[in-house]
């Protein structure tokens, strides 16, 4: 477990959420984490939002720690960890609800061609359109009908007189997409599992990833808090993850510990 020094260098404002910057010299790449001693009782999982040569951004809910550091502060580090995201594709496609969408932002320019599904519960609380690059193809999702089509993804139900349902567009997209990354709430990807499967016919291992967000406090494995059961057996979000394989992510999968929350 790799031990680095991160420098803290500011934490701005962006609604609903905070931005917050940190220098190091081996960031972690998307879908990877850090384990960042914060002063808190345990480590905190710290996930890129963006990255480059100097260090990376990441995400926090108000009040959380590291929105209280003073610029300058040296960070005790463990990482980079876990196993993320391998895009090796042209035609991307990007899964997200609104409150997960910042852990795919990395994946915005991995691909030459690239297309977002964001889903929110109404259009206030969809991105503003700005934040993506002008060549995505952005589509917008709601659960209720405000905006967009109408959620939530995974839902075959017929919609009402004047809607269209979001899995009709979702099917297509996956038809032409190369490889397809998700961040959503761990608990709906059985039935996004089961659409892949419906759609595409023997899929590769590496077509459809799945991030899956939630405590990790230990990152070695140890305390089974973020203990999760797939095809493949018992697997441990910190050190098998937190990226898997989609198709591997079955109903059994809903037992694990409820996701943490990450405002987008």
Not at 2 to 27: G, N, Y
Not at 44 to 69: K, M, W, Y
Request: proline letters at 10%.
């Amino acid at each position: 477990m790799k031990q680095q020094i991160a420098t803290f260098i500011a934490a701005r404002p962006s609604p609903p959420a905070w931005k917050v910057r940190f220098e190091l010299a081996h960031s972690p790449q998307p879908g990877m984490y850090v384990l960042a001693d914060l002063g808190e009782t345990v480590r905190t999982p710290l996930f890129p939002t963006s990255i480059d040569e100097s260090g990376f951004d990441t995400i926090v809910p108000p009040g959380h720690p590291a929105t209280r550091l003073l610029p300058g502060t040296q960070v005790d580090v463990l990482g980079p960890q876990g196993h993320g995201f391998e895009v090796d594709a042209n035609r991307l496609l990007l899964i997200a609800d609104v409150e997960h969408l910042p852990l795919l932002i990395p994946l915005l320019d991995r691909a030459a061609s690239v297309a977002v599904i964001v889903e929110a519960m109404t259009r206030l609380q969809l991105p503003s359109p700005t934040i993506f690059p002008p060549n995505v193809e952005l589509i917008m999702v709601t659960l209720d009908g405000s905006l967009g089509y109408l959620g939530p993804l995974e839902s075959l139900d017929p919609a009402a007189m004047g809607f269209v349902r979001a899995s009709s567009v979702l099917k297509e997209l996956l038809i032409c997409a190369e490889q397809v990354c998700l961040a959503l709430h761990a608990v709906r990807y059985p039935d996004l599992a089961a659409i892949v499967y419906k759609t595409r016919l023997n899929p590769q291992s590496n077509f459809a990833q799945a991030i899956i967000h939630c405590p990790m406090p230990c990152g070695a494995g140890v305390c089974d808090i973020c203990n999760i059961t797939t095809k493949l057996g018992e697997k441990h979000v910190c050190i098998d993850g937190p990226v898997f394989n989609l198709l591997h992510l079955h109903k059994e999968s809903e037992n694990q510990q409820p996701p943490q929350k990450l405002d987008a």
